[in-house]
């Protein structure tokens, strides 16, 4: 009898696989050339610089990962569901262990976490405020990335992997946010199974799995024990239609994977500290940057115990600064809507723990929509955090105003917003006042960190 594969073992070896098809491809195209040849014929594609600049990055890594050394390398896979967002892109249903050696894969096994965090003594307390709304008394793997920093988020992750009695020693970590899976479909195209209902495309993919596996397979006449079988086959015709790709097409999805990169879809961490400096100049890397200096925002969710919700909340934020006062003021407006309008298997009542990062010195002075506000100090930022309840079908607009450091002035204003793993292009305005009243304002979509240099 054939082996049935889970779902998240799918998602998990596709979302592997387009990493190392990437490499794969730079590989064919350069095979036995060193780096600074390849680096040379990139500079040639018909492609922007910024692109360049990424494909150095990617061919810097593939040489890693395809060189014929001896040496194993052993890396954790993170899977994380970003329809149930978590600080570090989602919750964490299952991890993979991937071992490479001489440019192959040697093994891959995958083990749900239900079953793992079983193993880790339930001695840690979990932070504020996964104790109070989810009622759990210890810190396990599946919540290991509280952070918005993902080089925080994956030593947690392996150091909760040891207390678990794993004995692997890992040379990085790389987590995959589901979102990856439509990256595949951007350049299969739409694809239909023989026995299932519907089309699978990159649109409706991820939605219609969860719903062929959580519900759809009752009313088909599955066995429980089947339900997941649909993912072998969308496996089988993906790899399929991969396995026949052409350069042009292999290209168009390295393309779309280093676009899943920028917008932190997917993160990567490295134990090697030049291969670490590698990812956080690519700004793979996931970080939060602790370095800078002038003005900072980032916002960071954490959906608790609202299923998979976070498919229907939509985001925008205003954020406004005026520098023509003594203290220069920030007021910041981030409003959620419920798109979702009754309670189902997937969604109900959205509940948030949200955190806003802003310079070190900054002096909340008034919020609104917010209670019980904590604070603290992290990443050589401060942070306000507050939990947010957002009910079906209904808007809520949260505010804070604060007063940034007075060292903060008109002609040297700088401004650097950084997203959260998983959250989808989020739609904001910046205002920024300067002396004698003057204003400027940016329409922008945060798909990625965004700065703005005066």
Partial sequence: MAK??????WIIFWSISTIFLISFWFLLQFKNQPIKSINTAIDYLPIELSQKTQFKSM????????????????????FQNNMELRPGGGYIGSFGILKIKNGKIEN???????NFDGRIPSTIAPPYPMKQTLHINSWKLRD????????????????????????????GVIAVNSNVLTSFLKVTGPIQLEGYPGTYDSQNAILTLEYQVEKG????????????????????????????FSNSQKLALAKIILADLKTKDIQLYFTGDSLEKQANLSGWAGIVNANWEKDYLMAVDANLGSYKSDYYIKRQFDYSVDLSKDVPQADLKITYTHTAKVKDWMTK???????????????????KGLNDIQFGNEFGKKYFGSLINVPLNQTRTVEFKYNLPQKFKADNYNLL?????????IPGHVTVTEKYVTQKNY????SGDWTLNK
Avoid: C
């Fill in 144 to 171: 290991s990335n509280w952070s918005p920093d993902f080089p925080t988020n994956a030593k947690k992750a392996i150091y909760f992997y040891h207390l678990g009695q794993g004995k692997e020693k890992f040379s």
């Fill in 217 to 244: 397979y009752i009313q088909q006449g599955i066995k429980k024990g089947d339900r997941k079988s649909v993912m072998n086959a969308l496996a089988s015709v993906i790899l399929k239609k991969l396995a026949s």
């Fill in 59 to 78: 061919a810097y890594f593939a040489n890693y990962f395809m060189q014929h050394d001896n040496q194993e390398k052993t890396f954790m896979i993170l």
């Fill in 108 to 114: 891959f096994r995958a083990h749900d976490l239900s």
């Fill in 4 to 9: 049935h594969y889970s779902k998240k073992f």
């Fill in 349 to 367: 009542n959205y509940l948030t723990y949200l955190r806003i990062y802003v310079p070190n010195g900054s002096w909340l002075v008034d919020s």
């Fill in 417 to 425: 917003i950084q997203k959260e793993s998983g959250v989808e292009n």
């Fill in 443 to 446: 329409d922008i979509t945060l």
